[in-house]
């Protein structure tokens, strides 16, 4: 079955700094990988989304690249700020049928001053 | 303007209950959906409906019922509630069914079975 794995443990890091943050998956490439924010006691919020023919996707400091080779997708945040510490959720979806949402496990991003 | 609404925010209650959660979305989108997010935080789909039509339906035990009045209300029952169950029920809704959507998520609603 499809695997999709995130860093377990949180990622610190200083307030100017660029976070990155992975997704891994086994399997089969899937046909889009979306990018979410999960703020404690919320539902997931929607960043951006990349297709498998795409390798690049920015909007604003964030920036999600996709190497299907790699079965890897990166989330970098650049000029990290406090109020970017959240949980962040990668989630893939393939072109087989009605949409379904396969979540990972999520990274907590810790920004300090 | 609330996007995806979910009522109750919390559920306590008593193991072998029966309790229902509601759903509303005012985007006007086609497809609704139930995820469980459980104490590790792991977010999994459970149900989805797109325009009243069952479409998805994950290995959940059947003591979980989904019902969609409308397309813009999804409701969550379940039956003899269990310990395990205990846990954070998101709502969310996509324009359409197509798996190049994003999905919109309601705030959650926290179970916790006693």
């Known amino acids: 079955s499809q695997k999709i794995e995130q860093n377990s443990e949180a990622l610190n890091i200083q307030e100017g700094k660029t976070a990155t943050l992975t997704c891994n998956y086994t399997n089969y490439s899937p046909a889009y990988l979306q990018w979410y924010r999960q703020d404690p006691g919320r539902g997931p919020v929607f960043l951006l989304l990349i297709r498998e023919n795409e390798k690049e996707k920015r909007k604003e400091r964030l920036k999600v690249t996709f190497d299907t080779t790699l079965k890897q997708s990166l989330f970098h945040i650049t000029a990290s700020q406090p109020a970017d510490s959240a949980t962040y959720l990668c989630a893939l979806s393939w072109n087989t049928g009605f949409q379904k949402l396969v979540f990972g496990t999520g990274t907590r991003l810790l920004v300090s001053p | ?114």
């Open chain 2, 1 to 114: 303007d609330t996007a995806v609404s979910q009522t109750p925010k919390y559920l306590v209650t008593q193991m072998g209950n029966d309790k229902s959660i509601k759903c509303e979305q005012n985007l006007g989108h086609d497809t609704m959906y139930w995820y469980k997010q459980d104490s590790k935080k792991f977010l999994k789909i459970m149900f989805s409906y797109n325009n009243k039509e069952l479409i998805i339906n994950e290995t959940v035990p059947n003591r979980f019922s989904p019902k969609s009045p409308d397309k813009a209300h999804l409701n969550l029952h379940i039956n003899s509630l269990e310990l395990g169950d205990s846990a954070v029920y998101f709502c969310a809704s996509s324009p359409t069914s197509g798996s190049w959507e994003t999905q919109y998520f309601g705030p959650g609603t926290r179970l916790l079975v006693l």
